[in-house]
């Protein structure tokens, strides 16, 4: 258990639908990650949020967008759908700062688009 | 251009074997994590190595960090059943924003 947790478990949609993906931090991080993972392959950095704010971006279209709240709860947005977008979207929470720097992954979402 | 490299990508033992798992890259990393990630669920942390030439032990799990901290192995003794996953290394380079780069992942199967 990794107090990380990650609403709904499994989700379908259809291409061009919006989608909203939740998840709650360890208590006491401040920093959230996501991730996008294709089936059989390793995760790939989606953005960070650190303090309600973008801390960084991976290479991934402004259709990908997140926010996070005063509680460290953060979501993931996902415009414009498409077929490729189908994956386990995954959050890590973490402490900006800790040393060494280790991320706590939640269970994940899996998105469907059909 | 995947900055980790896994090896190899898919293992089959039987129970009771020995395996080697190695984690490539051409970067130096801050600190270097495995994970083990069973299916339809998130990555679990089994292991942070942060200096060169670390070695750091977990049961039957033995994990060293290269000397010039670009490279990893993992390697488990006596694997059971319950070792099958897919086991991913990550390397962060520190900074403003301390992403993990994720290798390619191993998919381990132990047979009974």
């Known amino acids: 258990e990794t107090g990380v947790t990650q609403s709904p478990t499994h989700l379908i949609k259809t291409r061009g639908q919006q989608v909203t993906l939740r998840c709650s931090s360890q208590?006491?991080?401040?920093?959230v990650s996501w991730y996008q993972q294709a089936l059989g392959q390793g995760p790939q950095f989606i953005f960070q949020?650190?303090?309600?704010?973008?801390?960084g971006r991976g290479n991934f279209p402004p259709r990908f967008s997140g926010l996070q709240f005063p509680n460290y709860s953060s979501e993931l947005n996902v415009n414009a759908l498409e077929l490729d977008d189908s994956a386990l979207y995954l959050c890590?929470?973490?402490?900006?700062?800790?040393?060494?720097?280790?991320?706590?992954f939640g269970p994940g979402t899996r998105l469907t688009v059909t | 251009t995947q900055l980790l490299e896994q090896s190899p990508q898919f293992l089959s033992i039987q129970e009771g074997e020995n395996l080697t798992v190695y984690c490539n890259s051409s970067?130096?990393?801050?600190?270097l994590q495995w994970y083990r990630q069973e299916p339809g669920e998130g990555p679990v942390l089994l292991v942070t190595?942060?200096?060169?030439?670390e070695v750091k032990k977990l049961k039957r799990l033995t994990f060293q960090f290269g000397d010039a901290r670009k490279d990893s192995s993992l390697h488990i003794t006596a694997a059971q059943t319950g070792d099958t996953g897919l086991y991913l290394c990550?390397?962060?380079?520190?900074?403003?924003?301390?992403?993990?780069?994720f290798g390619t992942g191993t998919l381990l199967a132990v047979q009974p």
């Open positions: 890590a929470s973490s402490l900006k700062g800790g040393s060494p720097y280790e991320q706590y």
């Open positions: 208590s006491g991080h401040n920093t």
């Open positions: 949020y650190y303090r309600e704010e973008e801390n």
């Open positions: 970067s130096v990393f801050s600190s």
């Open positions: 190595v942060v200096t060169g030439g």
């Open positions: 990550a390397g962060a380079w520190g900074g403003a924003t301390n992403k993990l780069i």
